[in-house]
């Protein structure tokens, strides 16, 4: 079974640093794009950032860049997304989500909650003032 377990939520003050993680099993880790996906209450969810299966080629959402770095480790099949200076407007359940391989990853793809199979859980984010 495919399995996205995401760790490393929690809260933080408003500048400060948060890591999460994501272990991945149930399939080839190391072929498939991965993302992280955030949603707030009320609100639809937002592609954060998106890495390519090797790890050379990220995406960041405006709201994320210079901010947040994604990372993976294919030997350990875990997906990690380290959140620094954070914002109250940061505060959110963030999923882990994996694209089946299939076809070209476009630029819209790559941050675009509809290109992608499969979804953890959800850990959340609350960041205050």
């Known amino acids: 079974d495919v399995q996205l377990v995401e760790s490393g939520g929690g809260s933080a003050l408003a500048g400060g640093s948060v890591r999460l993680s994501c272990a991945v099993s149930?399939?080839?880790?190391?072929?498939?794009?991965m993302s992280w996906v955030r949603q707030a209450p009320g609100k639809e969810r937002e592609g954060v950032a998106g890495?390519?299966?090797?790890?050379?080629?990220?995406a960041y959402a405006d709201s994320a860049k210079g901010r947040f770095t994604i990372s993976r480790d294919n030997a350990k099949n875990t997906l990690y997304l380290q959140m620094n200076s954070l914002k109250p407007e940061d505060s959110a359940m963030y999923y882990c989500?994996?694209?089946?391989?299939?076809?070209?990853?476009?630029?819209?793809?790559?941050?675009?909650?509809?290109?992608?199979?499969?979804w953890g859980q959800g850990t959340q984010v609350t960041v205050s003032s």
């Open positions: 890495i390519s299966p090797g790890g050379a080629s990220t």
């Open positions: 149930g399939f080839t880790f190391s072929r498939v794009y």
């Open positions: 989500a994996a694209r089946r391989a299939r076809g070209i990853v476009t630029p819209i793809d790559r941050l675009s909650p509809y290109s992608y199979d499969y």
